[in-house]
Each structure stands twice: as C-alpha cells, then as structure tokens.
C-alpha cells in the first residue's frame, strides 16, 4: 500500500485532479460529540450572554478544554543560582533586556484576540489594588465559594501565562469556570471599582460577553470561518492572505512583522499592511535612504503599507534595548542591540535580519538573549511572527554535552537518509547551549529554540541552538497515577527516562533537525545553488524540476503546513539519530541505559502522537498545534509500518470509562522503527529541498486525517484524549529590579497567585500610562474585527 501511494505521490499529473483519491477525499469526517463529563455545574446558570454563545444547541455541556481546571500545576521557574553568579554588569545587561522582553511580549494580546487586551487590563486594575490574599475576602462577601475564587485566579493566571484568553499551546478559547454574575459580583466589589466605577463599569462591559463567548468561532484561532485571527481583519479569508502573500514578494517585504486589513473602497478590495514599529509617519526616517511604505497597486487591488502597529509598546522596547547596550559585554551584542532598535523603530525586518547575523557571531554569551516577532505558529497563514523575547543564563555543565553534540555533528549528518547534494554545503557550527531562563515573554515557553528562522541566513550564515534547562526540568515531570495511555509495565521506566531522553530529542531536534537540510534556490540574477544538470530526485530518479525562486522562502511557500511539516521534519531526525550509540554517549548514557533512553524516546512520541488528538477540531477539520500535528503523523507512519512495531487499542479503564492503550515493541525499533522513518524522512527533506509545494500537502494531509474509520477510529479516540487529559502546567517566573548599584531577583511562590503577582509587580512603574495605551490600541483596532 505504502509504495503505491508513493508511486503516485511522484508520478502524479500538474493537477490534483489526476489523483487517485487521497485519505482525506475518501473519508467524510463527522462531527465529534462533545464530551459530557467534568463539566461544570454553572452552565445552566442565568446571567451568561446567551446560552447558545456557551453551549451547542441541545442543551450539551462545555466541553473541558474550554476551561483551566482548579487543580492546574504551577511551577517557578528556578534561575536564582545562575542569576546570583552574575557580574554586576551582566546583571544590568539582563534587566534591561528583560525589561524589553515584558514591554513587546504584551504585543502577543493584540495579536491574539480582540479582547485580550481589555481583560489583561482589567486584571490588572484589580490586582494592582487588592493582591489574591486580599481579595480573597471581597470574593466571600460577594458570594462566591471558595471553588468559584480559585477558578477566578485560574483563569487571571491563565491568561498572564499564555498572554491572553486562547492556550498558547493548542490555540483553543478559555473561559472562567465560574458563572458570569458570580465574576461580575467580585469586578464591582473590587477596590479598582469601587475608586473608579464608571471607567471599571465600562471596562467590564466591553469584554465580559467575548470573555464568556463560545460561539463557534470563537472556540479557536483560525481564517475566516475557521476562527479567530487578529494578524488579520474579519473580513479576511485564505484568498486575501495568499493575494498579500504575493504582493509582499513583489516588494521584497517579509511578513514577520506585519498584519493585514482588509476594507472595501466603492466596491474595490483595498488592503492595509501595518508594520510594527515606534515610528508612525511613513516617509523615510532617520536611518532610511527612501521609506518602504507607500500605496501601491498589485493584481488590480489598492495596498497601502503603513507603520506604526504597536508604536507605544515598541517605543519602549527601543528605550529598554538602549539602556542594555551601555551594559553590552562586546562590540557584536552592541551591533546586534542597535540593529533591533532600528527594527523595531522602522518596522525593518532588514534591520531584524541583521541584528541577527550580530547575535549568531556573538559566540559563548554569558546572558543570551533574542527578541522579536519569531514564530509563525499562531498566524493560520503561517507566515507571521508573535512577538517573543527571551533573556537566560548559561549552564555551563549541560552546555559542555550539547558542544561535544555540535563537534559530532558533521559526522552524523552524512547519516541522514538523503542525498549529499540535498544538505547544506557546509556545516555552519553553531551555539549550542543550555540556558536557565530568566525571562520569556510571549504566549508560551517551549523546552529549546533553533534561531533565527530567516531562510538565508540559516542557509549560508547560521544559526543557534537553546535548550532550556531549567523549563525541562519542571514541565515534564510526571507523577505515576496522571501518566495515561502507556501499559503498568511501561510507566516506571517511562518516568526514570522521560527526561533524559527528552533532552537527546530536543539536542538532535534543533541542533540536526532544524540545522539540516539544503533548500534548493534560484536568485533574481539566475542564479542556482546547486548543480541543474546533476541533481537527482532520488524518488524519481528524474532531475530536479522545481525550486524556491527570488524571495520565496519556505514559510511563504508552504504557508499554512509549514510550521508542522518542519517540526515533523526535526522530531524524526531525532528519532532517527537517537539510534546511534555514538549520540548517546555524548549525553552520558552507555549499554542498557542508552537502550532504555532510545524506548521511552520512541514510546514518548507515540504517546504524544496520541495525546495530540486534543489539538485537532473536527468541526473545521484541522489542526491548532504544530507540534502535535507532527507528532499524529509520525503515530500514523508507524502504526502503517506494521510487523507489531507500535499497537494501539481501545480498552476500559479502572473506572469504568474509556481508557486506550499503546505500546512499542523495542525490539523492533532498530529494524521496521529505523526504516520506516528512514523512508519517511527522506520523503519530507525532498519535498522541502525542491519546493514541492503540492506534494508536500498531498503527504502531510494524508497522514495528518483524523477519522472515525480505518484501523484505529481517531475520532473516537480524540474523546477519550479529551476526557483523560492533564492541563498543561503553568510558570511562574521572576522580576528583576535595579536597586542603586545593583539588580535585584524578585522571585515568587510556584502558586496562581504568585504568578499574577508577578505580573502585576512586573509593569507598576508606568501603569496607568501602559493600560491606557493597550485600551487605546485595542479601541482603534475594534472596527476590523467585526
């Protein structure tokens, strides 16, 4: 079955409609019931904004994943030690930075709903007045229980961790899991509202429906129909994003920073592309030869390319940014800090662009820090960047096994199931290093970073691998009794190894996955970067017929998969490295150790293959998390490879619900594990390698279908994810504060309300200036939304 498939993948006609049918054309997915258990019990109360905004019709109950359950882990994230072996100056370089970080990471609450904003301020008008503690009185005088206050606090962490009201991991909606007048009770006996009721009175009032809301929409970030985006207007559907697409490769502008506005001018499409930047006026600044702002026409549309997206939260970043460069440890970090000011002063992705080739050549920091719009996970297009900045310290000790991984590295390569011609020229050795962090501002923490994600300089310049130490050491700690789906046998070794084989995959996954691979390009002058008249599809054995030409880059080209094809891409160049003794070695592990390290490395990414489910909405058919669409392809390529190698059945737990188990066969990891992964692998480097957009969707929508038919009933499944699931856990992190001479570490209890302590500690010195600003950009942007 696995080679016709293929045989059709590379010998198919220009048009889909050559095609044999694919899986998903053959399949009609149903919609998936909502899951009835662990609802809460307000649902049925009065005083919700309709009750068809908050269930479906037929009375059903909310669905669990709509809601942060009481009991949700908190954990402080642990850089006291590290911090206090700072110099005083490097202390300084980090505040400042990280004071840069906080000030642009809350751009993530414009880019992530319309009423982010408005809720994120109100939270802080509250807690600037009356901390957790305090309020906790006001909450029982008000009438709510204890249970009702605690998932009030939930719901304020929740929103601080994931900076704003959609899971940072999974992108789906989250609301209070207490009924709406019980909330409103406590807002109008708040002491904020008591001091300033008509300002609180119309805070309240301009969020709380959209706070509660669960229509359809609204469930998700997605396009048009799909769900929520605020990187676009309401108005906007995948035709408009792909037309902008083009016309931003016609003027050679990158997408990172920008958002798009679409209105209609005497029945013309008209669209607005805003840059992010402190400067407003569109002419050419201080720093520009000629401003890249303008209106132009393109395919018979209007675009007009604006700046000033964000401007008061950009100015500050700039501000923080200056102050960090009189603390700067060397020339290449000075550059470096000019350059993003300048790009965050221009809107420049330029400007971005080299402040990163600064950054790579500042080798071996002390402090390490990026910030900027990165990741394109969040935009459904997949071209944009959420605002991101992070400031950490070196671990020296783990950072001395992921050099020894980088010194390895040009060996192992060559293991890589492709062909020379398709890698990277040469090897351009990277950073690797292990990092405490201090600060990560954004929408979510991840356990390691390949950076920058700028195709060319990637390519041809380099790059910089992190994995961060001391998040791994808290987020995936598991306990026993919350470990689901795997066998008794399984889950003692499974909580023994689940750390330290996480470690390998996240090493191989940056530093060899992200860091391989040759993108063949043709440039505007003509110009290949590989032989025409030698390279060989190895599929095909035919030349290789396409390319990435001029400004295409592989998130423009790939748009909406290409985030979740990469991740696919690095996690099974993980798997398929962690089988050489050689890379386990490195990390320490030697004879049954190492074997046991490659089981629960493999048994993990089945398991999460699994627990991915989670992550997909039938109703739109499609995927809100990058890394767990990956990790259901990967489930679904070694389920198809048969021979016993991964079982997954459906059984009745202890309790008499539906439960799921799965297992791997280790000994047969070395044999069908490695070829089928070998083959698969090879597959998704030379799609990528030759732009082939259209057979690249054709195999990663293929193993992407959830459906209720088949050998394993996926939909069914994705219930049972839901009902067993474990919320993920949220961090706490600290604040740094210059006290004369010295930087000050204000740390805080792993606890809710340490978490929202820290955030409101975070912005005291300007906040009423700050809050004003967010309403206002969040005021002006209100139009486009409906």
Not at 305 to 322: F, H, I, N, S, T
Not at 339 to 348: H, I, K, V, W
Not at 416 to 426: G, M, S
Request: charged share 25%; with cysteine; aromatic share 12%.
């Amino acid at each position: 079955m696995l080679s016709r498939f293929w045989s059709r993948i590379w010998k198919r006609k220009p048009t889909r409609m050559g095609f044999e049918p694919s899986r998903t054309q053959l399949r009609a997915l149903p919609m998936c019931r909502f899951n009835h258990l662990a609802a809460p019990p307000w649902i049925y109360s009065k005083g919700i904004c309709s009750l068809s905004s908050v269930v479906n019709l037929g009375f059903k109950m909310v669905d669990s994943q709509y809601y942060l359950p009481n009991d949700i882990g908190v954990s402080a994230l642990d850089c006291g030690e590290a911090f206090r072996l700072l110099s005083p100056q490097e202390k300084k370089y980090a505040h400042y930075l990280s004071r840069a970080a906080w000030y642009g990471g809350l751009a993530v609450l414009l880019q992530t709903s319309p009423e982010s904003a408005e809720i994120f301020v109100l939270l802080q008008r509250i807690f600037r007045k009356q901390a957790p503690s305090q309020l906790a009185q006001v909450a029982t005088a008000a009438g709510l229980s204890s249970e009702e206050y605690q998932a009030f606090l939930v719901y304020a962490a929740g929103l601080y961790a994931n900076m704003g009201n959609y899971k940072s991991f999974g992108d789906t909606k989250f609301i209070p899991n207490l009924p709406k007048d019980k909330l409103e009770a406590l807002v109008k006996a708040s002491q904020a509202f008591q001091e300033q009721p008509a300002e609180m009175e119309a805070l309240w009032n301009s969020c709380s429906c959209l706070l509660y809301s669960l229509e359809d929409k609204q469930k998700q970030l997605g396009l048009g129909d799909k769900g929520i985006t605020t990187y676009f207007s309401g108005n906007c559907c995948l035709e408009d994003a792909e037309l902008a697409q083009k016309f931003l490769d016609s003027q050679k502008l990158s997408a990172y920073n920008t958002r798009l506005f679409k209105r209609n001018n005497g029945g013309k499409a008209c669209y607005e592309v805003r840059l992010a930047s402190a400067v407003k006026a569109d002419c050419a600044a201080e720093g520009e030869c000629e401003s890249c702002c303008g209106n132009f026409n393109f395919e018979d549309k209007e675009f007009a390319v604006k700046r000033g997206d964000y401007a008061p939260l950009m100015e500050k970043v700039c501000y923080y940014l200056q102050q960090a460069q009189t603390h700067a440890a060397n020339e290449n970090q000075r550059k470096m800090l000019e350059e993003y000011r300048r790009s965050f002063t221009l809107g420049s992705v330029d400007a971005h662009k080299e402040g990163s080739r600064y950054w790579i050549k500042d080798k071996g920091p002390i402090v390490e820090s990026y910030i900027g719009f990165i990741e394109s996970y969040r935009d459904p297009f997949g071209s944009r960047g959420e605002f991101e900045g992070f400031v950490a310290v070196v671990n020296k000790a783990m950072s001395e096994r992921f050099a020894k991984l980088v010194s390895s590295a040009e060996v192992l390569l060559p293991e890589l199931p492709w062909p020379r011609a398709f890698e990277k020229d040469t090897f351009l050795k990277p950073d690797f290093t292990s990092l405490d962090v201090l600060t990560f501002a954004g929408s979510g923490i991840p356990a390691g970073i390949n950076i920058p994600n700028y195709d060319d300089i990637r390519q041809s310049e380099g790059f910089k691998n992190v994995s961060l130490g001391n998040v791994l050491a808290v987020a995936y700690s598991t306990q026993k009794e919350k470990l689901t789906f795997l066998a008794e046998d399984d889950k003692d070794l499974f909580i023994k190894w689940k750390g330290p084989s996480f470690e390998v995959q996240v090493g191989l996954h940056e530093l060899l996955g992200h860091g391989s691979g040759k993108l063949f390009v043709q440039d505007d002058q003509g110009k290949f970067n590989f032989d025409q008249s030698k390279v060989v599809n190895p599929e095909t054995g035919e030349p290789v017929s396409s390319w990435y030409r001029g400004s295409e880059t592989w998130d423009s080209k790939f748009s909406t998969i290409a985030s979740s094809y990469e991740e696919c891409r690095a996690e099974c160049v993980g798997l398929y490295l962690c089988l050489k003794k050689q890379v386990l070695s490195i990390f320490g592990h030697e004879g049954q150790d190492a074997e046991d390290v490659v089981y629960v490395n493999w048994l993990s990414m089945v398991r999460a293959g699994l627990l991915g489910l989670e992550f997909y909405t039938p109703e739109s058919k499609s995927w809100r998390q990058a890394h767990m669409q990956a990790r259901f392809v990967i489930l679904c390529v070694l389920l198809e490879a048969g021979e016993g190698l991964v079982s997954l059945e459906e059984i009745t737990g202890q309790d008499g619900k539906p439960d799921a188990r799965i297992t791997v066969d280790r000994s047969k990891i070395h044999t069908v594990g490695k070829n089928a992964i070998h083959s698969f692998l090879c597959k998704l480097q030379i799609l990528k390698s030759t732009a082939d957009v259209e057979g690249g969707r054709f195999l990663y929508d293929f193993y992407s279908t959830v459906s209720d038919s088949g050998a394993h009933n996926f939909l069914r499944l994705r219930e049972t994810v839901l009902l067993r699931k474990e919320t993920r856990k949220l961090f706490v992190q600290a604040n740094t504060r210059v006290n004369g001479e010295n930087v000050d570490l204000v740390e805080y209890e792993g606890s809710v309300a340490g978490l929202i302590s820290s955030f409101t500690e975070r912005f005291q010195d300007d906040a009423d200036q700050l809050e004003a600003n967010l309403l206002e950009m969040s005021k002006n942007d209100s139009p486009c939304w409906s």
